[in-house]
């Protein structure tokens, strides 16, 4: 049975791809500092509570346990935040990240999947995004985890580090048990905001824009239900001794805000309170994958095509949280 470190394991797809790794035969360790992680998702036999600035704890978790590969989700992810706080974003997320290689190095594991993202591309310059794609984020968030990967090619190189570096789009919906699922503070994701307004109607959602160059005015965005980016996980730990690089992870289906909101209202039959409000600065108005790399290089394809299926999942999770 191979150990995988998952770091940031207690978090939103983090404990998503615990639950499938253990279900598929691993044995899973994670280590969080639960600063937005919840100790309430972890599904694994093994939890340390390590902050990757503190190089000693990481060692110690290194010398405590056989480790196979590292999937590495922990970073700090609220884009408007990184514009006001860099420095927190350039820390943390790059930094740390510096700290975890140099204890996988020390000890001689070189194998990590990586969680990127598309915020990678900055404003798209033709739809579908494919990996070539330019890479120009327009924010510290998406900075930082363009670093990381540029991190994880030098070190490919210089030490034979094994990596792949998963850029996801919208990560979406819930366990499909109802037993895990979506919960940030604050909640900035789209579907869940909509649902939390259909719970309660004295809070409208807001819609930033509604006269984008798209067919109902709304922006698009490529939703892919979180199960399936777990089981991506899963592909690619596997696949680390044969390729590493880069791959996006999305359904290729863009959906608007509006049409979210009309499958949230047809699966709870309740109305969804709005407020249109002006554009967000650097929103695209269309933003999806072409994810032909994922089909080849991993063999993935993602399970949920049907954005109400995805919502579904997430409503579930909505009317029973535990925590």
Not at 219 to 247: F, T
Not at 288 to 317: C, H, M, Q
């Amino acid at each position: 049975m191979k150990n995988i470190l998952l770091v940031g394991g207690a978090g939103y797809i983090g404990s998503h791809t615990v639950k499938q790794l253990s279900k598929s035969g691993y044995n899973c360790i994670i280590i969080d500092n639960l600063v937005y992680g919840h100790k309430e998702a972890i599904q694994a036999s093994y939890f340390e509570l390590v902050d990757l600035m503190d190089k000693n704890l990481l060692n110690e978790v290194f010398n405590k346990y056989h480790i196979d590969s590292v999937v590495h989700f922990a970073a700090f992810a609220y884009v408007g935040e990184s514009v006001i706080e860099p420095k927190k974003y350039y820390e943390n997320n790059v930094l740390g990240t510096l700290n975890l290689l140099e204890a996988m190095l020390n000890n001689n594991i070189k194998k990590i999947v990586f969680s990127s993202t598309c915020a990678t591309y900055g404003e798209p310059k033709y739809i579908p995004i494919d990996e070539s794609h330019p890479q120009d984020p327009i924010n510290p968030y998406g900075r930082s985890k363009l670093m990381i990967e540029k991190i994880l090619y030098d070190y490919h190189k210089a030490y034979n580090l094994k990596y792949i570096s998963l850029r996801y789009f919208n990560a979406a919906g819930c366990s499909k048990d109802g037993d895990i699922g979506e919960s940030h503070s604050p909640e900035t994701h789209l579907i869940p905001l909509v649902l939390q307004a259909i719970i309660n109607q004295d809070k409208p959602i807001k819609v930033f824009g509604a006269d984008y160059n798209t067919p109902d005015g709304t922006c698009i965005r490529d939703y892919i239900h979180v199960e399936d980016l777990a089981i991506a996980h899963q592909l690619a730990i596997e696949k680390l001794d044969n390729y590493s690089g880069c791959i996006n992870l999305g359904t290729g289906i863009g959906t608007s805000v509006k049409e979210i909101i009309s499958a949230a209202e047809a699966i709870t039959g309740k109305t969804c309170p709005v407020e249109y409000v002006a554009k967000r600065k650097g929103d695209p108005a269309q933003l999806f994958a072409t994810n032909d790399k994922a089909k080849n290089i991993l063999g993935w394809v993602p399970k949920y095509n049907d954005i109400r299926e995805i919502i579904s999942t997430a409503w579930t999770w909505e009317l029973n949280r535990k925590y």
